[in-house]
């Protein structure tokens, strides 16, 4: 796990540094429901690929959805998650970008 400032945001470059050979994956909360933050993800993707190339990254992007602007190309990320109740979905619908 990579702490959190303050402002209940991970270092882009402490999340990158937690990595090891082994990893595969790397996945962050775009938003947080609770504080209000919005990650760095952009910044996270890019610092975890300088780094580590072939590891991807995915955002769990549920609290974002039609609150912040979300764009996967935008974000940098390989794998998107978001719930279809945020929008209007019955619960329990939830899709993977991919």
Known sequence: Y???DEEGLV???????????QTFLVSVMHSNNEVGSVQPVRQIADAVRALRPSVLVHTDAAQSIGKVDVDTRALGV???TLVGHKFGAPKGIAALYI
């Open 78 to 80: 390989d794998l998107l």
């Open 11 to 21: 270092s882009a470059e402490a999340v990158a540094a937690a990595t090891t050979e």
């Open 2 to 4: 990579v702490p959190v």
